[in-house]
């Protein structure tokens, strides 16, 4: 299929597998006249030249796999597929996500298609966080991270779900660096959180082996009602000797500072961190 267009007169010339029974249509989209059917018989004689160099092209490549170039056809040319204007907008709004997060103003029939479009491994969560409600998005990036989403723990909100479980990930494995470095990675995980923390009503940690401080983090989600710590650390394996599990009076400090000065906490629960009287004393 050739396309070209002169003028104001626009041509279509389709090469079919036998050469005679090409043809060539014209499509006048204005009034061309004697000049148009004249610029067409030009075009034709060009065609012309180019199914002879495309003939000579294929018999050549047929000469070389030892192909009788008698018996050889002309190969189809397949036309190019022009996208429509909405799916070209579909996939430059998915691209742009990050600059431009505007899922949630966009028609419904096309939210699906942009949902689909999106390459989650280059969206910024804390981006995505403040700017987009569309369920659709946060339901595949749950369902794409973890095996079993129960939303109903989450208020029947994939947003949530998925925002209270990537907060949980990052706190069950946050570990302080050393110098600058650990500067930096607290600085990224108060920033995660701030981002998140409208979304945040549960907090569930299976596990905290930096025994990291919350008394600064937990006053930064205003909705919080339910704290669930467990201080121990996970797959240790053989190591467990050298873990030290359980609450420490730290620990115990920093959550009583929380509850004394929180309005919204309803649930706090602390199982297998070996809590003694003098930690209960401080709780």
């Known amino acids: ?43 034709q004689q060009k065609l012309e030249q180019l199914i002879q160099n495309d003939s000579s092209a294929a018999t ?41 997060p505007v899922l949630d103003s966009i028609p419904s029939e096309y939210i699906e298609g942009v949902v689909k479009a999106i390459d989650l491994s280059k969206l910024l969560i804390e981006t995505a966080s403040q700017h987009i409600v569309c369920g659709k998005l946060w339901q595949r990036m749950s369902t794409e991270r973890w095996n079993h989403c129960n939303v109903a723990l989450h208020g029947n909100s994939w947003k ?46 299976r596990q905290l082996p930096s025994h990291l401080d919350l008394s600064p983090i937990l006053p930064l989600l205003p909705n ?28 115990a400090l920093n959550i009583s500072k929380y509850v004394q000065s929180s309005k919204t906490l309803t649930a706090l629960k602390l199982s297998e961190c070996l809590i003694d009287d003098e930690t209960m004393h401080i709780l």
């Open 160 to 205: 949530r779900l998925y925002l209270e479980r990537h907060i949980n990930e990052l706190l069950e494995s946050y570990y302080a660096a050393s110098n600058t470095l650990s500067n930096i990675n607290y600085q990224r995980l108060l920033q995660s959180i701030k981002s998140a923390a409208p979304f945040i009503y549960s907090i569930q940690l």
């Open 1 to 43: 299929l050739y396309f070209f267009q002169s003028g104001n007169d626009r041509f279509t010339y389709v090469m079919s597998t036998d050469p005679a029974e090409s043809t060539a249509v014209a499509e006048e989209e204005s009034t061309g006249g004697a000049n148009g059917a004249d610029q067409l018989q030009v075009e």
């Open 60 to 100: 050549a490549n047929d000469g070389k796999d030892n192909v009788d170039s008698k018996t050889s056809k002309t190969s189809i040319t397949h036309a190019y597929r022009v996208p429509r204007l909405d799916e070209v907008c579909v996939s430059l709004i998915a691209d742009e996500m990050n600059e431009q």
């Open 224 to 251: 919080l009602s339910s704290l669930d710590i467990t201080y121990k650390t996970l797959n240790v394996g053989m190591n467990d000797h050298d873990v030290q599990n359980g609450m420490h009076l730290n620990d």
